[in-house]
């Protein structure tokens, strides 16, 4: 009997001792996968995707303006690397934002123009999908443009991968800078604005002004950015300014509506010119908030922030170009498939990562940020892109030119550009039974003089790429395909 209780003593001494050393081995596995965890999400960069709206090449002082100043953006290019020769998703705001979302170039992507009744779908991967999949935080503040509460719901923000939205969701209703209100998430937020309506989009101005939406935008990026998680995040940020207001500029001759002139207040400049600068002087400030405060976080090192504009300037505001010079070097503005219409400033900023002070030719677009940032998450992805990832340019290294880059441009009438081996540019307006006009960009960087009979083989090869270079879409059926395009509106361009 003793010795039965004895044995029973033991054995559940022994027991006892298993169970804890099973804990204790649990706990350990445990703790080893959080700090696995942690330290996976720790190595993937935080990702900063800062847009101006219709901001032209040759709008900030590192891309060589001489009258606007923009000491925080010019800073941070002499602390990263600043492109020379980057490309926009497109001319116009909408599908070039698609471009960007999706990582195909126009001739695949679901949005080829800004016609407000196509949105992404269910079936298109957008790059934020891709990242909150990889365990990031995602947001996008600011315009969205490619969904909205009208029958295009499988396009809005929540569903594309974005954790939170707050913003325009529409690209008229974004004229405005000064709404009555904007979308946070799913909900409207009344602003304190007081909004004459016009038209049917939620287009319109001020008469009482008081609330910015860029100030706002920037200030939801900064608190975005400070909040605390293990998590990374990916920030799309993407600002209205210095987009015009086209319906103030109809009803009132100024569509470069601004809270204050800032430094520009005494120039002797008609309003419009007053209120472009310092449209731009206002968001150089944004930017150099945010990377002060990624600075003050500590989390700069770990930060990966593009600068860029989603298209080529515009001349809405009623403000004088030739005051600005905001092409740069380059022939046309948005609506153009020249490279003053698609050619935008793009600088890459990440302390110690990304080389400073340099300059980068290598030639790319919109689409690359699908697969670079996909590889610098480490994403786990099958979707196939047209982009390539650029992260080699990024950190120092070389990188093997991309064959073609592609646009198409619905306005006015179907036409096509492609950019051969990086120094080619071939443009058609109409169907293919039209001649395609070349441009040795490399030598004739304002697109003057057309080469293709000297360049016969090139100007070929540029026109079979363009059969092939895009799929048929219902919602974008060329005007020179389309059965209700007439004739004499070819002949009209
Ligand atoms: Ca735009």
């Avoid at 001649?435 to 003089?449: M, Q």
Wanted: charged share 20%.
């Amino acid at each position: 009997m003793f010795a039965t209780e004895r044995g029973i003593i033991v054995a559940w001494n022994l027991s006892y001792r298993i169970l804890t050393a099973m804990k204790q081995c649990w706990k350990i596995f445990l703790m080893m996968w959080l700090v696995g965890t942690q330290g996976a999400h720790a190595q993937a960069p935080n990702l900063i995707w800062i847009m101006a709206d219709d901001l032209g090449y040759g709008e900030l002082g590192c891309y060589g303006q001489k009258v606007i100043p923009t000491p925080h953006i010019d800073r941070m290019a002499k602390e990263g690397m600043r492109f020379t020769h980057y490309y926009s998703g497109a001319t116009v705001c909408a599908p070039s934002r698609c471009v960007l979302m999706t990582g195909l170039h126009q001739g695949h992507a679901r949005v080829r123009g800004n016609k407000a009744a196509v949105g992404l779908t269910k079936a298109d991967v957008s790059v934020a999908t891709v990242l909150q999949q990889a365990g990031y935080r995602t947001a996008c503040i600011g315009k969205w443009g490619l969904g909205e509460h009208d029958g295009t719901e499988e396009g809005l923000p929540k569903h594309q991968g974005f954790d939170r939205f707050f913003g325009y969701l529409n690209h008229t209703h974004a004229h405005n800078h000064f709404p009555d209100y904007l979308w946070r998430d799913d909900a409207k937020e009344k602003l304190p604005n007081v909004v004459v309506p016009v038209g049917a989009k939620g287009g319109g101005y001020a008469t009482k002004a008081v609330a910015y939406a860029d100030d706002l935008f920037a200030d939801e990026a900064l608190k975005f950015v400070s909040e605390k998680s293990t998590k990374p995040f990916f920030l799309y940020w993407s600002m209205v300014s210095p987009h015009a207001n086209n319906e103030r500029q109809t009803a009132l001759g100024d569509g470069a509506n601004v809270p204050d002139y800032g430094d520009f207040a005494d120039k002797p400049w008609p309003v419009q010119d007053r209120g472009h600068a310092a449209m731009i002087a206002r968001l150089d400030r944004y930017v150099g908030r945010m990377l002060e405060q990624l600075q003050t976080l500590g989390i700069a090192q770990n930060t990966l922030v593009i600068f860029t504009s989603d298209n080529g300037p515009h001349k809405e505001s009623g403000h004088d170009l030739t005051r600005f010079q905001p092409s740069g070097p380059f022939t046309g503005i948005k609506r153009s498939l020249t490279d003053g219409g698609i050619r935008v400033p793009f600088i890459a900023w990440w302390p110690g990562k990304v080389p400073a002070g340099a300059s980068a030719e290598f030639v790319g677009s919109f689409a690359d940020w699908w697969p670079t940032a996909a590889e610098l998450a480490k994403a786990k992805t099958s979707t196939k892109v047209d982009g390539v990832s650029i992260v080699p340019t990024l950190l120092g290294k070389s990188q093997a030119p991309q064959e073609f880059l592609y646009w198409e441009f619905h306005e006015g009438g179907f036409s096509q550009a492609a950019l051969y081996q990086g120094r080619w540019k071939g443009i058609r307006r109409g169907g293919p039974d039209q001649t395609i006009v070349l441009y040795d960009t490399e030598n004739d960087i304002a697109e003057k003089t057309n080469v293709a009979a000297k360049h016969p083989e090139i100007a070929r090869k540029i026109s079979d790429y363009l059969k092939q270079a895009r799929t048929e879409s219902p919602d974008w059926v060329p005007e020179w395909k389309s059965t209700d395009a007439p004739k004499k509106k070819q002949q009209k361009r």
